[in-house]
């Protein structure tokens, strides 16, 4: 086997499991958000018809909430459907659009960089000397999802990178909210 294709097994082999990482990250965040749903729901009956709300209620939902959000950065931008500005990215010339999305996505790396070197600090810092005045648990558990997210953020901006070096039609960034995305988000319902 020569280099060349071993580099594209290793790519091949990349983009495999970016793709079950990211399937798996938007199966349990739907689970969460199911869960906040309900959770939400139930919060309401209770203070409305039974005029009583756990102190703790209200921690679970933000911490649910905060979950949610930070494991989902990471597969936005591996599926590119993250906020975007396109209008300058349009503007540039086409032989330097490759060079201005890897430049983006450098930075989106180094962002997950810094999120998992200061999330570890915090989490291990500030969650371990703090406790959750309604759950009475550390912090440090809801802060977690920080330098996970900063994981999984690098791991797909590798992989987006790898997308766009492969099939250049990767490189434009796509429309927010186009119709193919919805569809599959409908097919996963």
């Given at each position: 086997m020569t280099l060349s294709e071993t580099k594209t097994?290793?790519a091949d082999n990349y983009m495999k499991f970016a793709?079950?990482?990211?399937?798996?990250?938007?199966?349990?965040?739907?689970?969460?958000?199911?869960?906040?749903?309900?959770?939400?729901?139930?919060?309401?009956?209770?203070?409305?018809?039974?005029?009583?709300?756990?102190?703790?209620?209200?921690?679970?939902?933000?911490?649910?909430?905060?979950?949610?959000?930070?494991?989902?950065?990471?597969?936005?931008?591996?599926?590119?459907?993250?906020?975007?500005?396109?209008?300058?990215?349009?503007?540039?010339?086409?032989?330097?659009?490759?060079?201005?999305?890897?430049?983006?996505?450098?930075?989106?790396?180094?962002?997950?960089?810094?999120?998992?070197?200061?999330?570890?600090?915090?989490?291990?810092?500030?969650?371990?000397?703090?406790?959750?005045?309604?759950?009475?648990?550390?912090?440090?558990?809801?802060?977690?999802?920080?330098?996970?997210?900063?994981?999984?953020?690098?791991?797909?901006?590798?992989?987006?990178?790898?997308?766009?070096?492969?099939?250049?039609?990767?490189?434009?960034?796509?429309?927010?909210?186009?119709?193919?995305?919805?569809?599959?988000?409908?097919?996963?319902?």
């Amino acid at each position: 086997m020569t280099l060349s294709e071993t580099k594209t097994q290793l790519a091949d082999n990349y983009m495999k499991f970016a793709d079950l990482v990211e399937k798996v990250i938007r199966n349990f965040t739907q689970v969460l958000g199911f869960i906040l749903v309900v959770w939400v729901t139930t919060m309401v009956i209770t203070r409305h018809g039974f005029e009583y709300v756990p102190v703790w209620g209200l921690e679970i939902s933000a911490f649910l909430m905060v979950w949610i959000v930070f494991l989902l950065i990471g597969p936005l931008v591996y599926t590119d459907n993250h906020l975007q500005i396109k209008v300058f990215f349009n503007k540039i010339p086409m032989p330097f659009q490759y060079y201005f999305r890897m430049i983006q996505l450098s930075g989106i790396f180094v962002l997950g960089a810094i999120l998992l070197e200061y999330g570890v600090g915090y989490a291990v810092n500030s969650g371990l000397n703090s406790v959750s005045p309604g759950l009475g648990i550390y912090l440090f558990w809801a802060y977690l999802v920080i330098p996970i997210s900063g994981c999984l953020i690098m791991f797909f901006t590798v992989a987006r990178a790898i997308a766009i070096t492969r099939d250049k039609t990767e490189m434009e960034p796509k429309e927010f909210a186009d119709d193919s995305e919805l569809n599959r988000l409908e097919d996963n319902v």
